[in-house]
């Protein structure tokens, strides 16, 4: 599963949205990526590579929010 965050991204990648609607820019930059982390997980684990950085503050426990798995 991959969330762009955003509908805009199917937009830019696919030209779906009306004929240059996002710039041809925009189209390259997005396909790049979006090329970037499919070839990435497709050769797995994308974690290897790419590790996932750390997000909760270090104090977040002590503010009631769980820190399992961390």
């Known amino acids: 599963m991959f969330d762009a965050g955003s ?3 199917v937009c830019a990648v696919a030209d ?3 004929s240059g609607a996002m ?3 925009m189209q ?3 396909t ?3 090329t970037t982390r ?3 997980f497709a ?3 994308a974690g290897g590579l790419h590790p996932g950085a750390r ?3 270090d104090d977040a426990a002590s503010r009631g929010a769980s820190t399992a798995g961390q």
């Open 38 to 40: 499919l070839t990435t």
């Open 7 to 9: 509908s805009a991204w």
């Open 16 to 18: 779906v949205c009306g």
């Open 23 to 25: 710039g041809l820019d």
């Open 43 to 45: 050769r797995g684990p």
């Open 55 to 57: 997000s909760i503050p």
């Open 32 to 34: 790049t990526v979006t």
């Open 28 to 30: 390259n930059f997005v």
